[in-house]
């Protein structure tokens, strides 16, 4: 039985456009900026040291290049996430959230299940975006947020450590992602899982062993796959 429906944000309940076009564009162009603006915040500088440890260079060069690269790097997500909060605060930036996700969501919880977040952009960051989406703030919706701290997404102890976190069996929990590497190391891991494939975003898989979806509106947690 599902108790918990476990989500990806980027290309799941958002669009990837918004994250790819609209996103990681304000960071990089605010990215100097903001570290000349705050080099005294301690906060900052942690980052920074952690950057220093990665890779050597200047921080600047090396911190434009990750994010070029979509890199998936624990300092860079938490760096780009204070960059987005103020454009969240200053209007600049708002969130964007699929209808049918709001809406599935907010259904699911009504029924009683616990929604999560997973996502490789920092718990800062997720928070940001769904307290300020065309819909409103939504934070209402979701128990509990992971990031990359908890672990690579694409590894199965990661899915393993969340189910520990949460305290429910990976069985009883429903992981919903675009990715198919994500997709198969949460089943790995014991969860029920589902892909979604978002017209004009994702394609569909031949031959996929596990079930995909268009849109939320075809999944019902209760039966584990299509409506």
Known sequence: MIRIVLTDIEGTTSSLSFVKDVLFPYSKKKLADFLSRHKEDPKVKAILEEVRKIEEGDPVEVLTRWIEEDRKITPLKELQGLIWEEGYKSGELKGHIYEDAYEKLKEWKEKGLKIYVYSSGSVKAQKLLFSHTQLGDITHLFSGYFDTKIGNKKDPESYRRISEKVGVPPGGI???????????????????????????????????????????YEIDPFRHGRL
């Open 174 to 216: 429903l992981f919903l992602s675009d990715n198919p590497d994500e997709i198969k190391a949460a089943a790995e891991a014991g969860m029920k899982v589902i892909r979604v494939a978002r017209e004009g975003e994702n394609e569909i898989i031949e031959r996929f062993p596990y079930p995909q979806v268009r849109s939320f």
